[in-house]
């Protein structure tokens, strides 16, 4: 990505040249929301003008790859259609979404000072960017994660690796990263003591993690995520 364009253009062009074409396992597909959808590309570069229009350095939240109801349908890492419009002040008119991590991460937004102050500070994408879904046992699709199967994994690596590298040409700091998801993060660690990417992996439970199992617990993983992300 070039570095003569604000943060929020070379993500736009980032997400506007994602394609893959590699091979998958039986059951498995991937989603591009960028293509599948005709409004997710103009939805995705409003967001990322409003909120990245400069080149600040920003911390780099990684999690694991997007849902069919969050980013798989705006375009932006866990923002669902309901708080793009009634948080971002950005509606998408052809598609209503509700995804539970999502509920999570603007709370935590709104608990760091708002949109505003949340992206001015951080920037989250995933080493596998487009959505993933498998078959399951009805025959229906559903969300899938990159590390669901080894097979999986193996082919989708290639990419992921050259993803990460993209996104590291950003204004990010590397010293220190935050993975979502403690099976992800053990994943990101094998591939950065190969790659040599990041410095630390700071490891948080993933928002979909506390939304289903932790709810009761949640202000407390709200108070741990403000604590991490403000060292």
Known sequence: MSNNHSFGRQVVAFNKQLEYTGLLPEGFAVINPFVD????????ERFYHKFYGDNRTRKFIIGINPSRHGAGVTGVPFTDTKRLKDVCGIEMKTAYSHEPSSVFVYDLIAQYGGVHSFYNDCY???PFPLAIVRRNENNKWVN???YDDKRLFDSL?????STLRNHLSLPLDNTKVFVLGKKNAAYLAKINAEERL????VVLEHPRFIQQYKSREKQDYLLKYLDVLAN
């Not at 959808?37 to 995705?44: K, R, S």
């Not at 690596?157 to 690796?161: A, D, G, Q, S």
């Not at 990041?198 to 992996?201: A, Q, S």
């Open 37 to 44: 959808n005709p409004e997710t590309l103009p939805t995705m």
């Open 124 to 126: 989250i994408n995933s």
């Open 144 to 146: 899938a994660n990159y």
């Open 157 to 161: 690596k290639p990419f992921m690796v």
């Open 198 to 201: 990041f410095g630390e992996l």
